[in-house]
């Protein structure tokens, strides 16, 4: 059941990060098209909100794999159970995020305030993800070296 999950939120990121796709102007754009969708507020946030995403969704396999290192070490601490649950809330704050974020489609006609208003609430709470991702992946990191580092006698 949970791979089956895993599974439909990946799905879910594939057609969100294909729809986000079709928003950027491409080659055959003209210069004035182009010009016309830089400028637009709604379209320079979203792109902020989205750079923020991707900068740290690629991490998420690494935090798995952090996830997996820590399971797997001889002695089970309570720091090493904190970092792995610490792993497990930062992926599935990324994964609540990308199911609850709205794409620019979903606003059309509502008023340029309101969109805004939206994508900077995203944007603060992307950056959080953002921000707990790295300090666990970080914090995991830090006990793997400790427990492989050799003993100081």
């Not at 003209?30 to 507020?41: I, K, R, V």
């Not at 001889?74 to 610490?86: F, G, L, W």
């Not at 974020?101 to 969109?115: I, M, N, R, S, Y």
Request: charged share 25%; with cysteine.
């Amino acid at each position: 059941m949970l791979k089956m999950q895993h599974f439909t939120i990946l799905l879910t990121v594939l057609l969100l990060t294909a729809a986000c796709g079709g928003d950027t102007p491409n080659s055959n754009d003209s210069t004035a098209d182009s010009a016309t969708a830089a400028e637009d507020p709604k379209s320079i946030l979203f792109a902020e909100v989205m750079e923020v995403h991707d900068a740290v969704m690629p991490k998420m396999s690494e935090m798995n794999r952090l996830r997996r290192d820590l399971k797997a070490l001889p002695e089970s601490t309570p720091e090493t159970a904190a970092a792995i649950d610490s792993l497990l809330m930062a992926e599935e704050g990324m994964w609540n995020w990308m199911r609850d974020f709205k794409t620019l489609d979903k606003f059309e006609g509502q008023p340029d305030a309101t969109v805004l208003d939206y994508l900077n609430k995203e944007k603060v709470i992307i950056s959080e993800v953002s921000r707990q991702m790295l300090s666990s992946i970080d914090r995991a990191q830090a006990l793997l070296k400790a427990e492989t580092a050799p003993a100081q006698e």
